[in-house]
């Protein structure tokens, strides 16, 4: 089964340059079979692609340690579910499930658009397929993951016990399908380059990709956040670690993407800013993906030095060249329709959201890479620590956060002064008596009350446009307050989708500011039937416990948790040994609640069942959660699709128009 | 590899090669791209629906009260006289679109004249939030408030 | 509406310029050189004091892991050179003798690391680790 999934890579890679150069050539010669052939070449790199898959995965399944890549991830004592994850879990298998994404997107994408854009999906094809070979050439040439050992161990290594855990089985799945899903509206940037038509349908075609790419991007990066919180025991969730950074660029640059569009589509505005952002969070995720498996930089996501970078580079600055040399020959035809009529208008806005989210990208880059600049620069590395992130990313964030609330209450084009001082009001008051409140309850954290005003700011701007909005709706066709409520929204999608997200944003926020600046954190040393207190919590060390399960051995420590007097819950820190692996793992106790997390773990233990336990408080952290999960659901919002109106005669032309009915508004 | 993983292996190379070949021999017919007259329909009409965008988002801003009365009587007469311009040219360069645009024009032409007449004098307010009126306005746009029904 | 580009032109310079004296605010304060343990070495008197980050691995000198004060107190080394770490923390654990370890901290006078960041990195190659490190 190995060999046919090996073959079939080969046959993928020989395919993959069959559809770049035939899709080119189709277009230069002007022959529609040519093309034809590509689309058919694309749809074969990914029933290719699939059997590869399909045979990587039986062979994990089957435990065939015959395959390096088997042996070296996977035991026969691993339960069949992280046997399946062992897919992405490891070096090699990582690259495969990536290359199966992005072979289903360009099929996806080629079926989609069969009788649509014709004049770009030549470019489109050859520009997805160049990334499908990348990912190809470093499967068959660099780390093959069919590659065979002489002999075949008993038994193969497993995975990493730090890696079993549900959210590390979707954490990387969601990152690609980011990563992987941006290439698709860039493959479209150069195809309307290359082909010159440069009018807003090649925008229109790519909206629901990039809002599914940048969906999954944002959620990858908070289950990593939830997963280094849960897992790596050490009370937070995010360090600032280049692999991190990295994730969070092409994201940033990708949300700012997703805001100007939109002033392209309305007014044929930033026309070249806009191709600039598409290609640049391309590159940043490629960058990104190179950080990752490259070795380069230190980090705790210490992939093994490989001799994957080189490709990565090499593809990196092809595709840059190509990118900005076609963008630069545009130039001219990428001038604006319009003029900015007002800078109070929601246009500018955009605009100005777009420079934070630029200039935070700009920062994290900077911090990122500063440490291999240096070194190349003055041959000394000059590490960047945290601090540096926090001191600049916390002002840019706070003043992104309250431009969002800010920019609701403008209207497009030109907003009325007098008018927009109004609407200001409102939220203004909810948020300066609320803080006002905080403050006599005993909130005293300078920044945290700034945070804590701006989000209840911007939540009243939500609340404001929401009220005004069903109001409006019901004054145009009467119905009830509820009936007026969905008919809203769902006329208005983007919009209001787009509100939802940000009231997730502003949770997101709520958790960030309650967890960093009022954590406890204490070491308790404990005998058994000693107690403690921590914050509002007692915690009473009860006894510790030690047992063998199949995979690895566990010490168990039960502390009873109370709180004013009254039973609240039991916890059990751990530490395991694995068998198969000789360093021992912590396994953190965690309760939450709205409020706060109580999060221990056992530092260490004595012979004696002496126990120090290093014991975290996190406030509000489970609204970081709920925000994202507010963010997801406003997003699907967004994309879901409206009703394609059925108008007589309204296609005339060869391309598509998209023609919407005079219903929504964005 | 035993015999069935070649079997295999060589059904896979045949599909892909005849999948992918097929069309070469087929030889579709050559469609050729876009003619200019084309281009041009399409171009306007992309632009006749930005136009319409802009109208819709002014009249929802509007009516949540991001703009007052007078920018907003403004610059809708701006967007207006723009789309009929647009109509006009559509006219010209493609007349199957003509039918359809008649119809749109004829509309957008009676609300221009709607929306200048009621910049006179003779305007009503509401009673409610004291927002001006146009004429024959079933629901105060700003308020909500029922009028009077004409 | 050259009043307007004036205007906006404006806008987008105060976001530049504040984002740019963040950034250049930021770096001066937070960055320390990055050094190996034969480096750290070499230039041991001037470091003393300094905020440092050094990367080498755990020697086979003994290992003290005070539990009940979070205190551990090991070697690390690179070939010849080592230097003495001071670390107040939870014990890594990925961490042995001979694990690869990059410790952030500021050298005393007596010549001791006190480290108040420690990460650690598994000694094989073939698997990757996610280690808590801080």
Known sequence: MSDIGAAALKFAFVAAIYAVVIALLGVRLRRQEMIRSAERATYGVFGLVTIAMVALLYALLAHDFRLQYVASVSSRAMPTFYVIAAL?????????????????????????????????????????????????????????????????????????????NPLMVIHPPNLYLGFVGFAVPFAFAIGALASGRLDTQWIRSIRRWTLVAWLFLGVGILLGGQWAYVELGWGGYWAWDPVENASLMPWLTGTAFLHSVMVQEKKGMLKVWNMVL???????SIFGTFLTRSGIIASVHAFAQSSLGPYFLLYLAG??????????????????????????????????????????????????????????????????????????????????????????LIAWRKASVRNLRRNFLYPFTLSFVITAALYTLGIRHVVALISFAICLFVFGTIVLEFYRGTRARRAVSGGTIWQAFV????????????????????????????SSAYQIEQNVVLRPGESARVGAFTLQYDDLTRMIESTHEAFIAKLTVGRDGKYLTTLYPEKRLYFAQNQPTTEVALRTSLFEDLYIIMAGFEPSKIVTFKVFVNPLVFWMWMGGLVMVMGTVIAIWPERRPSGPGRQHTAGQVEMTAIQGTN | MTAIDVAIICLMA???????????????????????????????????????????????????????????????????REAVQILRQLDAVDPLVAFDNELEQQVLALRQRRTSTSCGSDRESCSSCGTPLEEDENFCPFCGQALRLS | MSKQHVKLSIGVMVIVTSVAYLIFSGATGSTMYFLTVPEVQQKLTALKGEPVRVTGKVTEDPIDWDMRNLSLAFVMGDGQSRIPVRYKGVKPDMFQTGADVIVEGRIGHDGVLAASVLMTMCPSKYQEEKSPGL
């Open chain 1, 319 to 408: 595709i840059l060249i190509i990118a900005v040399t076609l963008l630069v020959k545009r130039l001219p035809q990428l001038r604006s329709d319009h003029r900015l009529e007002s800078v109070v208008s929601r246009e500018s806005s955009f605009l100005f959201n777009n420079l934070f989210f630029v200039g935070i990208m700009f920062a994290v880059l900077w911090g990122t890479m500063f440490p291999i600049l240096s070194e190349a620069v003055k041959g000394v590395k000059i590490s960047v620590a945290a601090p540096f992130f926090n001191q600049v990313n916390i002002p840019l964030g706070l003043g992104l956060l309250f431009l969002s609330g800010i920019c609701p």
């Open chain 1, 278 to 284: 598409i290609i640049l969070t391309y590159a940043l």
């Open chain 1, 88 to 164: 992405w879990g490891g070096q090699e298998g990582s690259m495969l499930p990536w290359l199966w994404l992005l072979a289903m997107y360009s099929a996806l994408v080629v079926v989609q658009n069969r009788h649509r854009n014709r004049e770009l999906m030549p470019y489109v094809i050859s520009t997805l397929m160049t990334t499908t070979l990348l990912f190809l050439a470093m499967l068959v040439i660099v780390e093959d993951p069919f590659r065979q050992l002489p002999h075949a161990p008993r038994d193969g290594q497993g995975l990493n016990p730090l890696l079993q």
């Open chain 2, 14 to 80: 045949i599909c892909v090669v005849v999948g992918v070949g097929e069309p070469l021999v087929r030889r579709l017919s050559y469609r050729p791209h876009g003619r200019e007259c084309d281009n041009e329909t399409e171009r306007l009409l992309l632009q006749k629906e930005m136009l319409y965008g802009a109208i819709r988002d002014l009249d929802f801003d509007f009516q949540t009260g991001k703009v007052d009365q007078k920018d907003y009587t403004e610059l809708r007469q701006q967007l207006e």
């Open chain 1, 487 to 514: 008919s809203l929204i769902r006329r208005n999608r983007r919009r209001y989708g787009g509100y939802i997200v940000h009231f997730g944003v502003v949770l997101l926020f709520v958790g960030i500011t309650g």
